[in-house]
């Protein structure tokens, strides 16, 4: 069974850091092509990062500089640092496979002060 299990959400000031894990299983880890995505209230879910074949991608303008995504494929863990945190980045975060089409339940990041 595929699974996907976000944590390290949390509530943190403008400025601060995070780093959010993920824990997966059930499939062939080492190979998929692994996302973090996050989704504001009533809209679409949109890709931040994602990790292929050695390759790490960032796809926010916004998550560049700012964010890193990391995979362990031994430990089968995905992470994801978050630094110099914003406002506009308070969000549900998800991490999942993008090939398939796989994800877990999320972890809510709050930016306030």
């Known amino acids: 069974q595929v699974q996907f299990v976000e944590s390290g959400g949390g509530l943190v000031q403008p400025g601060g850091s995070l780093t959010l894990s993920c824990a997966a299983s059930g499939f062939d880890f080492s190979s998929a092509i692994l996302a973090w995505y996050r989704q504001y209230p009533g809209k679409d879910r949109e890709k931040v990062a994602s990790a292929s074949f050695g390759l790490i991608r960032y796809h926010m303008d916004s998550a560049k500089g700012r964010f890193i995504m990391s995979r362990d494929n031994a430990k089968q863990t995905v992470t994801l640092l978050m630094t110099n945190l914003k406002f506009e980045d308070t969000a549900t975060y998800y991490c999942?496979?993008?090939?398939?089409?796989?994800w877990g339940q999320g972890t809510q990041v709050t930016v306030s002060s």
């Open positions: 999942g496979a993008i090939d398939l089409n796989r």
